[in-house]
Every structure is written in structure tokens, then in C-alpha cells.
């Protein structure tokens, strides 16, 4: 980890693979600390979490790509009678609009609830520590990630102070299992959906094909299923998988619920995100290629992802999406042609920028990268000018 900017009240830390042994060395700094106030964590693709920690103990956690579905599916789960009263719900989330804070409106509607003995602080404890486990699961999946620790006093109610390894480790088991279930280059927060009905029809009995094609609607994620069917979200992955690897089913996004009011507080919390930045990617297994190639996208202000290893390339490009992608010809394992030739066979990057980088500048490379889809090449090693100048070819200027 390399602090990037310290302050009085501030401090901003890179971290590349937000694993759960970083994660843990990360957060015991801040109990050394007795560090009060908001971890702001962002990845590439411009989500944003917020973690709120009283004395260097986890008391809650929010954003990132779902925070209202997430809410909503934690409420369900552990006191699922809140949401029968909506009327009563916007008028108590009307109530806490005029709080000029940064608390999340989940964490202070489960004060109000317990103050005012709608749930029981047990069904609180549930709620939080689910959602935490969440959130923590997702950075996890992220590559790379900044934080922003600002410190301040804000929670004058503490529902729970977590201590982050106990979640810590029960995140990293259920990313193993995922991970341990061949699905982990895949989103929980995808919605699946029925590409080909009729094949699935022919393939399953009447009665399993009427309750696939009424959850299989694209508008409930993998998490949503998990605790509509009260199963947990690997297990109910792992029994989609074959029809997902058939083609009938596909994984697809989907936006987030509308958050219960339109109030204040919501649309602060809840405005849309500025339009994502372009992102560049680079698969070369010389980490001095890589290095280079991130302080010149960067200091562009591209965002940037990259990957050593070429059998681990094809899914880290489907989890961050790039706008165009750099890639080594020469690599321990793969190359860049059998890389680019599976890339091509993937509907999200038939139409990506693929620049092949090598030092060999020979006809017979470029014809055979041709032939298995690159859309450009790049000689070894590569100045700004050229990289840039690349960049501006293929893909759109705008970045913000």
C-alpha cells in the first residue's frame, strides 16, 4: 500500500488486489489508529463504498453497484414487516431528510426502528452484518481500489461495532466458494435471464421450466433469487451454472432499485454518477511493461487495469469491460493470439480495440494477428506519443 496524499483529516491510499489479507492489515492500522469516520473506497469502473468505523471498528457500509437493492434484500431477510407500510417508510425517511449528514439513510431507518421498537436490535445486528459481508465481498472482486479515510465524529449512534477480521473472514469463505464454484469471474449482482426458451423447455420437465421462466425474468440478481429462494447466492449460482454454459441462460445488469423517497438525503445519496471514464487494459507479463503503460494511461486520465497472467486475462477483461485493450504477443503459458481469438468469440468484445504489443514487427505476426481479430499493433517498448496517439485512434476522446 503507498499513501498518496496525507492530510490533517484525509488520507488516500492505492491498493492494487484488495484481498482479504489486505483488507485485514488495512483495517487493523485503523484500530491501532482508534481511527472515527469514513473509509470512501473507489474502483475503476468509478463504484464508490462508503464504511463507517467508530474507534477502528466497523459500524456499517454502503454504496457500491446495488445499495438500494442491497437494503432492500437485507430488510427482507431479517425483519421483512418494515416494508409493508410504504407510506410509513417515505414518511420516516422524510423526517431524517433535514440531517445535514454523510450517515446512510439504511443505517439511521434502522435507529428510528429500533427507537422506536418497530425491530429489536438483534434484527439490526443482522441486517448490518450481512450488509457489511456484502460490500466486503465486492471489494474483494475488485482489482484495484483507492481509499479515503476522513475522520469525524458524525455516529452518535452505535448500533454495533464490528470487528473487521471476524467479517473479514467470513467474506473471504464465501469468495472462495465462489471463486471454488468456476463462476468468479461473474457478478452476484447480474440478473439472469432465458435466451432460449425453447431449447430450455426441451431440456427440463414442464414443471422446472415454469419456475426457471418465472425467477429467470432479468430483473432479480443472483443475490435478489438467493433470498427470495432462501438459498445462498453460490449454491443457487452453481445450479444455474450448466444452463448458463449452454447459452440458454445469460447473466445480464440491471440498474438499481429507486431509492423509497425522493427526499433530500436520497438524491444526494443516489444522483446519478458522473459518466464513467474510458478505461484502458494491458495483459503483458513484464510488470516494467505494465508499470509503464499505467503511468502513461493514468496520467492521461484514462482509468487503467492490468493483468500479468495471460490464463487469468480473459476473465479480469470481462469483470472491468476496458474500451481497449493492449495486448503482449509473447507470453509464459498463452499468447496474445489465442487470447484475442477467444476475446473475438465474445459478444462484449467483438467490437473492442485490441492493439497487439511486441518487439518483433514482422509481417508474418501481423497477418496472423489479423487473421484472429487485433485491430491494431504496437511496437516494444512503446513511447507516450505512440500510446496515446493509439488510444485517440480507436477510441473517443471524451473521458468524464
Known amino acids: ?46 463504484h464508490t463504498w462508503v464504511i463507517y468505523l467508530y474507534l477502528g471498528r466497523i459500524v456499517y457500509a454502503s454504496g457500491g453497484v446495488h445499495p438500494v437493492r442491497r437494503w432492500r434484500r437485507q430488510v427482507v431477510a431479517y425483519c421483512p414487516e418494515r416494508l409493508t407500510n410504504v407510506a410509513e417508510l417515505q414518511l420516516t425517511l422524510a423526517s431524517i431528510a433535514q440531517e445535514e ?44 481500489v483507492n481509499c479515503e479515510s476522513v475522520r469525524d465524529n458524525l455516529l452518535t449512534t452505535r448500533l454495533i461495532l464490528i470487528d473487521a477480521e471476524q467479517v473479514v473472514k467470513e467474506s473471504s469463505k464465501l469468495y472462495s466458494a465462489w471463486q471454488g464454484a468456476k463462476i468468479a469471474d461473474q457478478s ?69 432499485l429507486a431509492p423509497p423517497t425522493s427526499t433530500p438525503v436520497a438524491r444526494r445519496l443516489f444522483q446519478k454518477k458522473a459518466p464513467r471514464r474510458i478505461t484502458i487494459a494491458c495483459v503483458d507479463d513484464s510488470p516494467v511493461i505494465c508499470q509503464t503503460m499505467e503511468s502513461i494511461i493514468t496520467e492521461a ?14 476473465a479480469i477483461l470481462l469483470s472491468r469491460k476496458p474500451d481497449l485493450i493492449f495486448l503482449d504477443l509473447v507470453m509464459p503459458n498463452t499468447n496474445g493470439y489465442e487470447i484475442c481469438s477467444q476475446l473475438r468469440k465474445l459478444s462484449f468484445f467483438k467490437n473492442t480495440p485490441i492493439v497487439i504489443l511486441t518487439g518483433n514487427d514482422g509481417i508474418v505476426d501481423r497477418v496472423r494477428a489479423k487473421m484472429v481479430g487485433s485491430t491494431d499493433f504496437l511496437g516494444k517498448p512503446a513511447n507516450p506519443e505512440q500510446v496515446l496517439a493509439t488510444i485517440n485512434k480507436h477510441v473517443s476522446p471524451a473521458k468524464d
Not at 106 to 135: F, G, H, M, P
Not at 217 to 237: E, F
Open 301 to 314: 486520465g484514462y482509468n487503467f487495469v492490468s493483468e500479468m497472467d495471460g490464463l487469468r486475462a480473459i
Open 101 to 144: 449528514s454523510r450517515i446512510s439513510w439504511e443505517y439511521q431507518l434502522l435507529s428510528i426502528w429500533i427507537d422506536q421498537n418497530k425491530i429489536t436490535r438483534e434484527q439490526a445486528t443482522k441486517v448490518i452484518l450481512a450488509t457489511v459481508i456484502e460490500v466486503l465481498f465486492d471489494l474483494t472482486q475488485a482489482m484495484q
Open 188 to 256: 452476484p449482482d447480474l440478473a439472469p435471464t432465458i435466451r432460449q426458451p425453447e431449447v430450455l423447455k426441451s431440456k427440463t420437465s414442464a414443471q422446472v421450466y415454469q419456475n426457471l421462466s418465472q425467477l429467470l425474468n432479468g430483473r432479480q440478481t443472483l443475490r435478489d433469487l438467493s433470498v427470495r429462494m432462501k438459498r445462498d447466492v453460490v449454491t443457487l449460482t452453481r445450479s444455474l451454472l450448466p444452463y448458463i454454459q449452454l447459452g440458454l441462460v445469460q447473466l445480464v445488469a440491471v440498474e438499481d
Open 1 to 46: 500500500m503507498t499513501t498518496a496524499k496525507n492530510g490533517t483529516s484525509h488520507t488516500r491510499t492505492h491498493i492494487q488486489h484488495f484481498t482479504a489479507s489486505k483488507q485485514i492489515e488495512f483495517f487493523e492500522s485503523l484500530k491501532e489508529s482508534r481511527f472515527s469516520g469514513q473509509l470512501v473506497i473507489s474502483d475503476t469502473q468509478e
